[in-house]
Nanobody, 115 residues
Framework: QVQLVESGGGLVQPGGSLKLSCVAS????????MGWYRQAPRNQRELVAA???????IYGDSVKGRFTISRDNAKNTVYLQMNSLKPEDTAVYYC?????????WGQGTQVTVSS
């Protein structure tokens, strides 16, 4: 069994920053892609950022230039540095990981951008 645990969400003012972390644990032989999606109320889940085991990264159009994804393969951890946050970034952020060719999801962490 594999678990993903996210941390780092919270309340931040517009223009502020947050860093999310997601740690994978359990019976891990290999991790391929890792990344983040988000879902705001009444919206579909959307891709925020993703990274492959080789370091290739992709970003959703709405976060390009503001968010940075990174990973520490030794720690089975993926990070999301979020800068210049806007109210429209408010959502539940979910991490995922392709572990042993199965995609697992975290429980989600709330990010609220508000003054």
């Amino acid at each position: 069994q594999v678990q993903l645990v996210e941390s780092g969400g919270g309340l931040v003012q517009p223009g502020g920053s947050l860093k999310l972390s997601c740690v994978a644990s359990g019976s891990i032989r290999s991790i391929n892609g890792m990344g983040w999606y988000r879902q705001a109320p009444r919206n579909q889940r959307e891709l925020v950022a993703a990274t492959t085991s080789g370091g290739t990264t992709i970003y959703g159009d709405s976060v390009k230039g503001r968010f940075t994804i990174s990973r520490d393969n030794a720690k089975n951890t993926v990070y999301l540095q979020m800068n210049s946050l806007k109210p429209e970034d408010t959502a539940v952020y979910y991490c995922y990981a392709d572990v042993n060719n199965i995609v697992y999801w975290g429980q989600g962490t709330q990010v609220t951008v508000s003054s």
